[in-house]
Nanobody, 122 residues
Framework: QVQLVESGGGLVQAGGSLRLSCAAS????????VGWFRQAPGKEREFVAT???????SYADSVKGRFAISRDNAKNTVYLQMNNLKPEDTAVYYC????????????????WGQGTQVTVSS
């Protein structure tokens, strides 16, 4: 069992930056792939970024070049650095973990955090 807690969300102006954290407790975190997903009001949850156990990364086209995912296994934490934020990035951001390969498909993830709100004003 893995417990995930997101933090770092907030209100920021367009063009600003935020860094989200996903802190894990429980099993050996380094064995898990971690993904970030987001859900805006009235929309389906969508893939943002993922990082594998061997630190390969993948990004949605909408955030490529602006967001960066990283992990610090010593701290059991995965980060999502978000730069040049846009109003369309406004959403609740969730981190999720799974054993096995990283994936852009949310249904493959077994463990989820409670989410953190990111609001980008224009």
């Amino acid at each position: 069992q893995v417990q995930l807690v997101e933090s770092g969300g907030g209100l920021v102006q367009a063009g600003g930056s935020l860094r989200l954290s996903c802190a894990a407790s429980g099993r050996t975190f380094s064995n898990y792939a971690v993904g970030w997903f987001r859900q805006a009001p009235g929309k389906e949850r969508e893939f943002v970024a993922t990082i594998s156990r061997i630190v390969t990364t993948s990004y949605a086209d909408s955030v490529k070049g602006r967001f960066a995912i990283s992990r610090d296994n010593a701290k059991n934490t995965v980060y999502l650095q978000m730069n040049n934020l846009k109003p369309e990035d406004t959403a609740v951001y969730y981190c999720a973990a799974r054993q096995g390969p990283s994936s852009i498909n949310s249904y493959l993830y077994d463990y989820w955090g409670q989410g953190t709100q990111v609001t980008v004003s224009s």
